[in-house]
């Protein structure tokens, strides 16, 4: 018995002390502690960030009235006015649904209205799947390859182009510099490890064109 209170005594003084130096680690893009749900903002930045006045004449031409975003169908009875004030704001919010009609949505979005997610939303980290937290660089191409839609949903084609495809700029994401020199050697040594990011049409497309 007491052989037992002892090993779970250290056992807990070991998860103790490594906790303690996880936050000392050093942290990177791949390597990085997730984020307690109650520290993460909501997204109120983009609600604050709407502005009826700027939005009255697109809105008109629209055909689009306050009914369309807003629902007045809760009733507020209370004598505490700060009470009520506060309800009425979160039971009139109308949700994302309405903003991404004309800002995200492919097929329903203005092509005047600003897209960048940034533009309403200051802390992008609420917005964030799970999946993205963890080594998302290493692993992101099988599940683009597997529910591009997915991405989609937040990325634009031309946040892939950026990374993949950019040749008017020094920065180097994916491979080095002179890659397209000798990746003959690398695809033909280990194809498997090029066909995590790519078709096979890719290559195909490009050496076809002349482009060798």
């Known amino acids: 018995m007491k052989r037992l209170v002892s090993g779970a005594a250290v056992a807990l003084a070991m ?15 791949y390597l990085q ?17 709407f502005n009826h006045a700027r939005h009255s004449k697109p809105l008109a031409q629209m055909g689009v009235s306050c009914i369309d975003c807003h629902h007045f169908n809760v009733l507020i009875d209370t004598g505490n006015e700060a009470l009520a004030r506060d309800l ?7 949700g994302s649904a309405p903003c991404h009609y004309c800002h995200v949505d492919s097929e ?12 309403c939303h200051e802390n992008l980290q609420p917005l964030m799947p799970e999946d993205h937290q963890i080594a998302w660089l290493k692993v992101h191409a099988a599940a683009a390859q597997t529910n ?50 790519h078709l096979e ?4 497309n490009c050496h076809q064109q002349g482009r060798r």
Request: aromatic share 6%.
């Open 15 to 29: 998860a103790m002390v490594v906790a303690a130096c996880r936050q000392y680690l050093p942290t990177n893009r």
């Open 33 to 49: 502690m997730r984020r307690s749900p109650q520290t993460v903002q909501s997204t109120k930045d983009a609600r604050d960030k």
């Open 88 to 94: 009425a704001a979160h039971a009139l919010y109308p």
């Open 108 to 119: 329903t979005r203005l092509s005047r209205a600003p897209q960048a997610c940034t533009t």
């Open 148 to 197: 591009p839609a997915q991405c989609e949903n937040c990325h634009r084609s031309s946040f892939c182009i950026n990374c993949h495809e950019r040749r008017d700029t020094i920065q180097t994401v994916v491979h080095e510099r002179n890659f397209r020199t000798f990746h003959s050697v690398e695809a033909r040594a280990n194809p498997r490890q090029c066909g995590m990011c």
């Open 201 to 204: 049409d890719f290559c195909i």
